[in-house]
Every structure is written in C-alpha cells, then in structure tokens.
C-alpha cells in the first residue's frame, strides 16, 4: 500500500475500532510521522490523560508499506488498548504492554468471528 492508502485506512480502523472499545467518547487524535526511531516502531502513544479522556498516537506509515491490513488492524488497535488501559499502569510498563498484546489478540479474534458470521 502506498502511505497514502495506509493512512485512509488507520483512519477508518482507528473510527471502527475506538467505537468497539467504547473509546469514542475520547478525544483522540492522531498524526503521521515520516520518520520513525527504528524500522521495528508502527506507531504508539504520544500523550494520554486518563482523567481528561485525551490522547495522541502517532504512526509511523514509513513503516508499514509491506504490512498486511490485518497486521494494520493490529497496530491501530493494540495503541488504542493502550489507551483504554493507561490508568492502570504500574510501577513497570512491561506489565501494561503484555495486557495489551494479549487482550489485543483476543480481540482481533473476536472481531474475525464477527465479520465471519455477518457475511454469512
């Protein structure tokens, strides 16, 4: 996909997915980026306020010209969880990251069964 296309669709998934999370009543916003700090980083979150219901994400498109939609999908929600779960942070982080990883796999999941079932 070109940058382009990529950026269409994170905005579609990020208005889809916020919804599923119950995220849309949070301000959300979110920008591009042409450089990333390494080629491994799609995106992640810049800024967040629990209290405020705020948040930035940035994402890196640079980096995600040879993945899948699916692997977009990912990407968009697995930041989006990190969202809907900042105020529960820890004296680590890497608490927080493992949730997300896995309650985002259990969604992705979820959400494949649903679209299986509506098409048929």
Do not use: P
């Not at 699916?70 to 493992?98: C, D, P, W």
């Amino acid at each position: 996909m070109t940058q382009k296309q990529i950026q269409a669709y994170v905005k579609r998934e990020m208005r889809r997915l916020s919804r599923l999370l119950w995220l849309n009543h949070w301000t959300l916003h979110f920008g591009f980026s042409e450089e990333a700090e390494s080629d491994f980083v799609r995106a992640r979150v810049v800024a967040r306020d629990w209290e405020y219901k705020q948040a930035n994400i940035e994402f890196y498109a640079c980096n995600m010209r040879n993945d899948s939609k699916e692997e977009i999908t990912n990407h968009v929600l697995h930041e989006l969880l990190h969202v809907a779960l900042g105020e529960m942070k820890e004296k680590s982080e890497k608490h927080e990251e493992r949730v997300v990883v896995q309650l985002a796999d259990v969604i992705l999941s979820l959400d494949q069964k649903t679209r299986k079932k509506a098409k048929a």
